[in-house]
């Protein structure tokens, strides 16, 4: 059973989260416009074994949409105030995209000691290790602004490389409508422009995987240059840019497999952090 949840961060944002399984914590953010729905087939897979926080970050999905507090830092703390919210033991952080600049800045800001490991998908976009994918970045932004609809549907076209329905990809488009186009430009521009992982990457201590498509391999070669034997590297080939969705068996099997070689961790028993604290709460 999924559980919706509400943890209030210390800006007064109220950030949305879905809760189902038990067992131990893997939490699940998002990429850019979309929301905690879009790892759908991760809920449903992975929840049999453990317990699957899937976030819908600031100004996106159910969150409220507040005019600050979009820079990758700001999102991080975000993240960082859900887990202790929720007094999750070790957690496995997935992001998506746009999350993986975010994670590392959580790395950087908050280190990496409380966490279980790292999952970054197909993400972080140094533009000197990525000449090819940042023009098509900035290409959407601008697209944006001047057709919204049509930017959406250009957009979603490289999530997927495997046919969708058009009722996933109407509820999809619905998703993304849900974050104001000025949040959006300015989650892109942050994005861009904060692009030094120095700081997070020295100091990395969990397992890290990167898993990604192939129109990435530049910036997968630069992770392997600059992190060597701490990162593991998984491609995902015939892959779009949502390559969980696009191959969610193998995906999941990928997580599993991962979080599996982690040290065993005490797991937080029903009830007993489920955003009951001071700033957290379950929706109604």
Known sequence: MTKHGIVTTSDGTNIHYTDTGEGRAIVLI???LSEAAIWEPQIAGLSTSYRVIAIDPRSQGDSDKPSFGHLPEARARDYKEVVDALEL??????GWSMACGELMRYVELFGDEELGGI?????LLPPEANPNVVPILAY?????????KQAIEEFL????????SETYLESVKRGTDKTPTDAAIALMHNMLVSNDFSGAFSRLSRPLLFAYQELLQQGA???KSQLGERIQMERF???GHAVFVDNPVRFNAMIDEFVQ???HVAVTEVGGGRGMTARGRLAQ
């Open 119 to 123: 999952v970054m998908v197909d993400g």
């Open 237 to 239: 080939d015939a892959a």
């Open 221 to 223: 070669d630069y992770l």
């Open 89 to 94: 033991n070790r957690p496995v952080m997935v």
């Open 157 to 164: 076209s490289v999530w997927y490389k495997t046919p969708q």
């Open 261 to 263: 070689r982690l040290p």
């Open 30 to 32: 998002p990429g850019w």
């Open 140 to 148: 959407f932004t601008n697209l944006l602004q001047r057709n919204r």
